[in-house]
């Protein structure tokens, strides 16, 4: 199995910036790709960000330009950098793993964000 946990979570300001990270443990060598996902209270949870083995991103429309996902590999590490924070950005942060060999996702428990003034 894959363990993962998140780490990085902060009472920040608006327009300020974080790096998440997300170290991962385990069977690392199942892992296919690693993922951001948040869940603020009330709502739904939105997914924000993942990365493949070989290195292909993608991030969701609504933190496009602001939240960056990456990783070092040394480390078994992943991060998601945010910039210019808003209010609404404010969640839980979890990461998750995608392991191919048995289609299972592995999921973090979360780092709290929090956006205020």
């Known amino acids: 199995q894959v363990q993962l946990v998140e780490s990085g979570g902060d009472l920040v300001q608006p327009g300020g910036s974080l790096r998440l990270s997300c170290a991962a443990s385990g069977k690392i060598f199942s892992i296919f790709a690693v993922g951001w996902s948040r869940q603020a209270p009330g709502k739904q949870r939105e997914w924000l960000a993942r990365m493949s083995t070989d290195g292909r991103t993608n991030h969701a429309d609504s933190v496009k330009g602001r939240f960056t996902i990456s990783r070092d590999n040394a480390k078994n590490t992943w991060y998601l950098q945010m910039h210019s924070l808003k209010a609404e950005d404010t969640a839980v942060y979890s990461c998750?793993?995608?392991?191919?060999?048995?289609?299972?996702?592995?999921w973090g428990p979360g780092t709290q964000v929090t956006v205020s003034s």
């Open positions: 998750y793993a995608e392991a191919s060999a048995n289609d299972d996702i592995y």
